[in-house]
């Protein structure tokens, strides 16, 4: 009787598959209203029965699903959990896939600088000790520059 519930549990793990997803990245609402989306970045691991044979409709039911949560909901426990078993539902019903286990290894909000953020930081530096002291009027981009003996020398012109 051992033999025969040691072999059945034998088969049923030789069926079970790991597909690793790493750094899947998503645009997700925020709730705050000063910043309407934030990116976010992802890396787990997903357990069951032919995940990675039909990996496809498993990175599919992840798109459909990870849109419908908040990026700062994804990072509470309880925003996980329900992730996970929002997932799980989803692929099941959808296309049939039996997801068995899903392990998060790493999941955070992407910091996308501004451009005013950056200047900011490269003044507090002392990087653009000069840009403080003149206004530097910039060429719209795609306008033909003739004399180029008027720009300034910290000004790079890609041709």
Do not use: W
Not at 18 to 23: A, E, M, P, V
Not at 75 to 86: H, P, Q, R
Not at 106 to 122: G, H, Q, R, S, W
């Amino acid at each position: 009787m051992k033999k025969i519930l040691f072999l059945s549990l034998l088969s049923l793990g030789l069926c079970a598959q790991k597909l690793d997803i790493s750094d899947f990245q998503a645009n997700l609402y925020s709730k705050n209203s000063k910043e309407f989306s934030k990116n976010i970045s992802l890396s787990m691991q997903v357990t069951g029965r032919d995940v990675f044979d039909e990996s496809y409709k498993v990175i599919d039911s992840l798109n459909i699903v990870i849109g419908s949560f908040y990026a700062h909901d994804l990072l509470s426990s309880k925003g996980k959990e329900a992730f996970k078993k929002a997932l799980i539902n989803y692929a099941s019903s959808k296309y049939s896939v039996e997801i068995d286990e899903i392990f998060i290894q790493k999941l955070f909000v992407l910091n996308t600088p501004k451009v005013n953020e950056i200047v900011e930081a490269l003044r507090q530096e002392g990087c653009c000790n000069r840009c403080q002291n003149q206004q530097t009027t910039l060429p719209k981009l795609g306008t033909k520059i003739e004399d180029k003996s008027k720009i300034d020398d910290d000004i790079i012109i890609i041709e």
